[in-house]
Each structure stands twice: as structure tokens, then as C-alpha cells.
């Protein structure tokens, strides 16, 4: 391995990706960094340039993209209890329900609801969002990759070296000494730094860059390969470089890897670019036009708001704001005539016209209108064209959506499914709240279980066993473990999770569920039982009610509507649903006892 073709190499890379242009198409030039760097300008209510005009007055900036991007991030949103653990196969049931709370606890610990909402947050804003996964002190995180600190290929972002800046003080590189290698060198380098600063705090002037490097490289370039490298075999590698290309530079790690520990989802792709277009840069040409339509009616409001006086009075003169007192009466000249200019330009209504223009095109390019914004609405708009523009704004934002809820199940799929199984495969106690449905199968497989084991005890021993005292039973040990109300412990064996397969799901129509008109539609179906329960006793009504309720939007059901509801009503027995009870006592007796006392 050399050295120096290594960090010849990445400050290539960083040099290229601040200094060169892509041509997307012919005549179609594009930076990545440039375009990152407006974004962050504009979100900041800053000009590229100077912040002044020629005369040294501050320009008004009319921010107007903020308020889009938290609308999108609002309408685009995932919540962690969305996520759920399926499986095809009906008997692992009681695995599905029981991973879906490893899971929840994990995502928990990990505080993956912030990740979701900074990922949304991001991919808006900049036009994709960059995550990261790594293990720390045993622990998996995600985490979101800040842009203005990342650089990336400017062509595929998913498919190049990433590049991520961390900038670091002597205090902090002295923690990494059993880890890193060169470590007083670089200390040593940022001391330098802080002192050519003359500064005696930790502040971002004597910090050095610390450039953690992921991507694919020569074999040559691996220093664990001392003979027969090829230069033409690529291979996953990771770096950590101290120190800038214009100094001296240390390499403080090396690390062979599997895969690349980024992944990417842009907001609207573009061919020919890898990060996309976002809701900041769509409104680049609206929030230019915007402002400058705002400069000139500041200028020309600074104009009219002076006043001048016109006079043919030699008496009069100067300057009469500063040159008398309220109440001065002026002797001029007989025939002589004093008049005010008005200096209010006629086309200062047209700077509003325009600055609504470019408005109602930056709302069409990223589908946020008033509707959707939660602003009130002008007088006499029409209803139709609120339900449009709502209709319009909100089929784009469940597409974003539905690519977020992908993009996430193959994350957890691909990245959090093997680490948490490799974690809990081992034996364990799960203590977590569980819901009313999966309580009735984890209570009933308990006591069932038991029954079962205290029957054939007894048929061992000689004794016989009654259906009454078989009942009684299984109702005491149901009534002993309901004391924990909601929360129950689950004792989960050595590789229980083996050869698991599983499905991830995000619902992402959950967040758009209108609660009230779901309110209403429940409300309305237990008038229709409670005052015609014939609706339940015959097959064909009940199928037609059934196809009612879920084009209602009432698809979360967990049991449809049965007949024997029908007969309870009439004064009759009710019969519980067979919800596939054998099959879950069956499955959960490997990880019995189910739940017990703390």
C-alpha cells in the first residue's frame, strides 16, 4: 500500500467535488456543492452575495420556501407505529407479534421517531436525505448524514465514495488513542492549529478535519493485501484521514468492509444527478424574482415616503422638516405658490402582482397550495377548487410518501432484521405492554398451556380431571396474570428467532386517517346493529354490510362481523371467533411460561 496514492486519491475526490461541473445535458452544467450552498443561503434568509445594495442599505429578504418544506415534511411524515412485523405463515403468528415488540423497543432505545422526522425534514429541504447505520458500544443507530459536512459523487450518490467531514480538538482525539492509529500526530496538528489561531478555547478554529472515507478502492490501496494486489479488483473500504490536503495529513484507520453503511432517498429524482430536486431548489427562480420584486417596491415606498415641497418663494428655502418647528408661519412673497410633490410611482401595485405571481408558480412546482397549508382561504373561493387543489397536493405528497415507507422497510428489512435477531436470539425476558387482542393470545395460550400440564399431571398420578375444574383453572390463572393489567414478561428461549421469516409493512395511508370520519362511519354501523340486528343473521346482507365497511375506510378490523353476533342480540349465547387459537397455544409453548409475576 502507498500512502500517498491514498490521500492523493481523496483529496481528488474533495477537490473535484468543490471545484468541478457535471454536464447533465449538453449545455446543462451542475455542482452539487454550489447547489447545497444556496439551499443553506436562502433557508437562511441570505443573499449569495452581499447582503447590502450599492448604497449600502440592507436588502429586505422575502423568505419564501421554509414554510413549503415543513407543509411537505408535515404531509410526508412516518411514525415508528407504522412499522410492523408480518409473516405469511399463520402459525408464526405469536413470532410476528412477539418480534413486533423487540422491534418497538428497539426503535424506541434508538429514537428512530427524530430519525424519521429529521429524514423527511431533509429529503424536502435538500432534495434527498442521506442515513447512516453503525454500532455503537454494541447498540445499532441510524442516524441522518448532514449535508453540508458530506461529499458524494455528484453523478450516483448511492453508488460512489461518501465522504463525511468531522472536525475535531486535542481533547477529542485523545479519547480515540486505543482506537485510531497516529493519534498524538494529530493531536499535535491541532494543537498547531489552535495556536497559529492564538485562541485558548476548543472552537471550531482549532479543530481539524477528520475525513471519514466509505466507498470502493484499487485493491492496492488495502494494506492488509502486502503482495499480489490488483489495481483493477475493487474492493469496500474505509478510511479516517486527520489534517487538510493543504497540509500534512495522517492516516488514523483502516477498515475492510461488506457494504456501504449509507443509504439514500431522493425527493424528486433527476436523470443525470444523484441528489434531487428538493422544495428549496424548485423555488430558486421564484425566491430570486421574489425578492427582487420586493427591492424595487422598498425603493420606490423609500421614495414616495419622502417628502418635497415646490415653491416660488425666495423666502422660502432649505429644508423644512429641520429648518422650523410645528406651527411656524412663513411670510412669502404676494402671487407667490408652494405645492408638495407627490412622488408615489403608479406602478407600485404591479410589485405585488408580480411577487403573487411567482408565488402561485412556486405553490403549482411543489404542490403547495393555500388548501393544504393550513392558511385561511379569500373570501369566495370556490369549494370545488379547494377539493382539487386539496385532492391535487395530497395524491403528490402520499406518492412521496409511499417512497419513504419503502425505502424504510428495506432498511429495517436489510440492516435492523439481522442485527435485532443476531441480539434476541438469545435467551431472554421481553417486558413490554401488549394490546387487547394479542393479551387474549398470550393469556390464553399461558393458561392453556398449564391446563394442560396440570391435566396430564393428575391422568398421570391416577386422578380424573373435570371439564368444570379443566375451565376453572385456566380462569384462574388468566385472572392471575391479568394483575399486571397491559403489561406482561415473556420468557424467550435460545433461537427462537432461527430460520424466522419476515415481512416489514409501514402503513402509510396511518397518518392520513381522518379520526373523526372514522368515528362517525363506527358510530353510524352500531346504530344499523342495535336497531336491526337481522343484518347479521343472513350471509348475503352480511357480506354486502361487510363490502360497506371497508369501502368506508374501515379496514382495520381485526375479525369481521359475524352471524353469531346476531343471535347474542336476539338473548342468545355468543360464540367467541376461532382466531386460530390451537395453532397459537401450540406455537407458544415453546416460549412458556408466556407471562409471570414480577
Known amino acids: 500500500m502507498d500512502k500517498n496514492n491514498i490521500l492523493n486519491e481523496i483529496n481528488e475526490i474533495v477537490g473535484n467535488y468543490e471545484n468541478s461541473q457535471i454536464q447533465i445535458v449538453k449545455g446543462l452544467y451542475y455542482n452539487q456543492s454550489e447547489t447545497l450552498r444556496k439551499i443553506e443561503f436562502y433557508w437562511n434568509s441570505k443573499y449569495l452575495n452581499k447582503q447590502t445594495d450599492e448604497l449600502g442599505r440592507i436588502k429586505p429578504f422575502h423568505q419564501i420556501s421554509k414554510f413549503r418544506v415543513n407543509v411537505a415534511t408535515r404531509a410526508t411524515d412516518l411514525d415508528i407505529k407504522d412499522i410492523k412485523i408480518t409473516s405469511d405463515n399463520p402459525s408464526e403468528r405469536v413470532r410476528s407479534m412477539i418480534l413486533n415488540h423487540e422491534l418497538y423497543n428497539w426503535m424506541k432505545e434508538a429514537n428512530l421517531s427524530k430519525t424519521l422526522n429529521e429524514f423527511g425534514k431533509n429529503r424536502a429541504k435538500y432534495g434527498g436525505a442521506l442515513i447512516k447505520n453503525h454500532i455503537e458500544n454494541g447498540k445499532l443507530k441510524i442516524e441522518i448524514v448532514e449535508w453540508k459536512n458530506t461529499i458524494t459523487d455528484q453523478v450516483s450518490i448511492a453508488d460512489g465514495v461518501i465522504i463525511e467531514t468531522h472536525y475535531m480538538s486535542p481533547s477529542e482525539l485523545s479519547k480515540k488513542k486505543d482506537v485510531w492509529d497516529n493519534v498524538p500526530e494529530a493531536m499535535k496538528l491541532a494543537t498547531k492549529t489552535q495556536n497559529n489561531n492564538n485562541s485558548s478555547s476548543e472552537t471550531s478554529e482549532n479543530k481539524i478535519p477528520i475525513y471519514e472515507i466509505h466507498g470502493e478502492f484499487p485493491q492496492t490501496m488495502n494494506p492488509n493485501i502486502i503482495e499480489n494486489a490488483d489495481e483493477s479488483i475493487y474492493e469496500q473500504m474505509s478510511f479516517i484521514i486527520a489534517g487538510s490536503k493543504d497540509g500534512k495529513q495522517y492516516i488514523m484507520d483502516f477498515q475492510e468492509e461488506k457494504e456501504m453503511p449509507y443509504h439514500f432517498l431522493a425527493w424528486d429524482s433527476v436523470a443525470g444527478r444523484g441528489l434531487g430536486i428538493g422544495i428549496v431548489e424548485d423555488g430558486f427562480e421564484a425566491q430570486m424574482w421574489t425578492n427582487d ?306
Not at 391416577?462 to 380462569?475: A, F, L, P, V
Not at 348475503?540 to 359475524?562: K, V, W
Request: aromatic share 8%.
Open 293 to 598: 420584486a420586493i427591492i424595487a417596491e422598498k425603493n420606490a415606498m423609500d421614495l414616495a415616503g419622502k417628502v418635497y415641497i415646490q415653491t416660488t418663494s425666495k423666502k422660502l428655502g432649505n429644508n423644512i422638516l429641520t429648518d422650523s418647528d410645528n406651527g411656524t408661519v412663513f411670510d412669502v412673497e404676494e402671487g407667490s405658490q408652494t405645492n408638495v410633490l407627490n412622488l408615489t410611482p403608479t406602478a407600485l401595485p404591479m410589485f405585488q402582482n408580480l411577487v403573487e405571481k411567482w408565488n402561485t408558480q412556486y405553490e403549482r412546482a411543489t404542490n403547495t397550495f393555500e388548501a393544504v397549508s393550513g392558511e385561511t382561504m379569500p373570501s369566495g373561493t370556490p369549494l370545488g377548487s379547494l377539493a382539487i387543489q386539496s385532492a391535487q397536493s395530497g395524491s403528490f405528497f402520499d406518492y412521496r410518501r409511499e417512497e419513504a415507507g419503502i425505502f424504510w422497510e428495506e432498511v429495517i428489512i436489510k440492516v435492523v432484521m439481522p442485527f435485532l435477531i443476531k441480539k434476541i436470539n438469545k435467551q431472554h425476558i421481553l417486558a413490554s405492554d401488549f394490546s387487547n387482542d394479542e393479551l387474549e393470545v398470550i393469556d390464553s395460550s399461558f393458561s392453556t398451556y398449564h391446563a394442560n400440564e396440570m391435566a396430564k399431571n393428575k391422568i398421570l398420578d391416577g386422578k380424573i380431571i373435570t371439564q368444570d375444574e379443566y375451565n376453572d383453572y385456566i380462569t384462574a390463572l388468566k385472572e392471575l396474570i391479568s394483575t399486571d393489567k397491559k403489561r406482561r414478561y415473556i420468557d424467550v428461549p435460545d433461537n427462537y428467532f432461527k430460520d424466522f421469516e419476515a415481512k416489514v409493512s409501514i402503513d402509510i395511508t396511518g397518518e392520513k386517517k381522518n379520526k373523526q370520519a372514522i368515528l362517525q362511519s363506527l358510530f353510524t354501523v352500531l346504530t344499523q346493529i342495535t336497531s336491526n340486528p337481522t343484518i347479521l343473521a343472513d350471509k348475503n346482507t352480511l357480506a354486502i354490510f361487510n363490502q360497506m365497511l371497508e369501502m368506508s375506510g374501515l379496514d382495520f378490523m381485526p375479525i369481521p362481523l359475524q352471524p353469531q353476533l346476531a343471535q347474542a342480540s336476539k338473548g342468545g349465547t355468543a360464540q367467541a371467533p376461532d382466531i386460530g387459537g390451537g395453532a397459537v397455544a401450540k406455537q407458544t409453548e415453546s416460549v412458556l411460561p408466556a407471562a409471570q409475576q414480577k
